[in-house]
């Protein structure tokens, strides 16, 4: 510990259709915080110069000298090199080789730091969020992909080359549907968003009764929300692939409870929305497969800083950077 008193830092979560930014204290809360839209299409110059802005903007509204700033970290999307500081890639952005911490630090008087985005949210939810003050904390992000972040004591488990913790990658059939990532079998290729509507298209082709039918026969947008809300509304066909979707997170989750022995698995993402019929087939396929010892005590949960947490954690990040303890 350095003991660096600065009292704030500025949490940036980079999305492809948003930046989000907070300007945070030491305890994790949000003294100002903004949100403007990415513009990804005029370019990474562009978009980092908004990012500049948001950050001056936030010092701005919270009366805060810049002196008082710990510095500024950035959760983004990857794969990326959270030691240089380059977004290698990041396909909603339309980014390759991005020195992105480099460029924001040419347009600020602060350090800036990068951080993979669900590292960011699972180390806000492991200091302040819903796994504050636990020794282990393992973090799904439910999405369009799955995301993962390890905190252990504290810290992030970034891995050697600094891109473990892809809990989304874990295969769960070796025989399994093709995951973006080129395996086959992952958990994101069954149970992230894009898998319930595929899984949803195929039961309704094979003959399913469902309220969607008509949309998906129209060649309509159905997203998971959309299969949640008809599932909340009595559609057995969707309540169907929604269960088993938490069946399937509950096969993956069983294998982090085996290798870690977390005190808690916190889901975080727009599908956690679902709560109790996404959460029930999940714990109770997780419990028929870990140890007894190993899950004993251990809490399954959802986020509790929800959209806020990949800001509020790459904020943390930033302090525990700035203390040399990242
Ligand atoms: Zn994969």
């Known amino acids: 510990m350095t003991g660096d008193t600065r009292s704030r830092a500025v949490g940036i979560d980079l999305g492809g259709t948003n930046i989000k930014g907070g300007l945070v204290d030491r305890d994790g809360h949000v ?3 903004k949100s403007i839209p990415t513009e990804a299409a005029g370019g990474a110059g562009h978009v980092i110069d ?3 802005g948001v950050v001056a903007d936030l010092l701005d509204e919270g009366g805060t000298a810049p002196d008082d700033v710990a510095g500024v970290c950035v959760g983004s999307p990857g794969p990326l090199d959270a030691d240089r500081g380059i977004i290698f890639e990041a396909p909603n952005l339309g980014w390759r080789d991005v020195p992105l911490a480099d460029e924001l630090t040419s347009r600020l008087d602060f350090p800036v730091w990068l951080e993979n985005d669900a590292n960011a949210a699972a180390f806000g939810e492991a200091w302040v969020g819903a796994g504050k003050g636990r020794e282990c904390v393992i973090l799904l992000t439910l999405g369009t992909g799955i995301g993962g972040g390890i905190v252990i004591g504290g810290r992030l488990w970034r891995g050697v080359n600094g891109t473990g913790a892809e809990l989304g990658h874990m295969t769960i059939d070796y025989d399994g549907p093709i995951c973006g990532c080129g395996s086959r079998g992952c958990i994101e290729a069954f149970a992230a968003a894009p898998a319930l509507v595929r899984r949803m298209r195929l039961a309704i082709d094979d003959g399913a009764d469902s309220s969607l039918a008509g949309a998906f026969r129209a060649g309509e947008e159905v997203d998971a929300k ?6 909340v509304a009595g559609d057995a066909t969707a ?3 929604m269960e088993q979707t938490g069946r399937f997170l509950g ?3 069983a294998s982090y409870v085996n290798i870690f022995n977390p005190n808690c698995v916190v889901l975080h993402g727009g599908m956690v929305d679902a709560g109790d019929m996404l959460l029930g087939p999940l714990v109770d396929e997780m419990a028929g497969r870990c140890f007894e010892s190993s899950r004993r005590g251990l809490q399954v949960l959802r986020s ?3 959209g806020e947490a990949g800001m509020v954690g790459a904020a943390g990040c930033a302090f525990a950077a700035a203390e040399g303890s990242a």
């Open 31 to 33: 003294a100002v915080k």
């Open 50 to 52: 908004r990012i500049a």
């Open 226 to 231: 959309r299969i949640y809300e008809a599932a």
């Open 239 to 241: 309540r169907r692939e």
């Open 251 to 253: 096969i993956a989750v």
């Open 304 to 306: 509790a800083l929800r």
